[in-house]
């Protein structure tokens, strides 16, 4: 074999090597990136669930806070207190002499 020959030869090999190598790091270089690519979208569909389920969450929350808000103004009416009062625990209204006025906060000072 002539010595010419033989790093012609050479050079087509490295040549050919060079270009199955590119072929080869653009492909995987592109299946990194789609694989990238699905990732990101199914982490923005698991996202889109759990701000769906938040928002069912929080409507539940808003129903049960007017709920109890109600239940709260119900059990202040003065009507429930004053019945409350005098049926299970007994109380009278006081006789008008029973009726102490307090002394204005300020106005007289203890010594």
Request: hydrophobic fraction near 40%.
């Given at each position: 074999m002539?010595?010419?020959?033989?790093s012609k030869i050479a050079?087509?090999?490295a040549a050919r090597w060079n270009f199955w190598t590119a072929a080869a790091t653009v492909i995987v270089l592109?299946?990194?990136?789609a694989m990238l690519h699905v990732h990101a979208r199914l982490q923005v569909v698991d996202l889109g669930y759990q701000l769906s389920r938040e928002f069912t969450n929080q409507r539940k929350l808003k129903e049960e806070w007017?709920?109890?808000?109600?239940?709260?103004?119900?059990?202040?009416h003065p009507r429930?207190?004053?019945?409350?009062a005098t049926e299970q625990l007994g109380l009278v209204e006081p006789a008008p002499?029973?009726?102490?006025?307090?002394?204005?906060r300020g106005?007289?000072?203890r010594r």
């Open positions: 002539k010595p010419g020959k033989k050079g087509l090999i592109y299946t990194l990136a007017q709920r109890l808000s109600i239940e709260a103004a119900t059990l202040r429930r207190i004053r019945a409350i002499g029973q009726i102490l006025q307090a002394a204005e106005g007289s000072k």
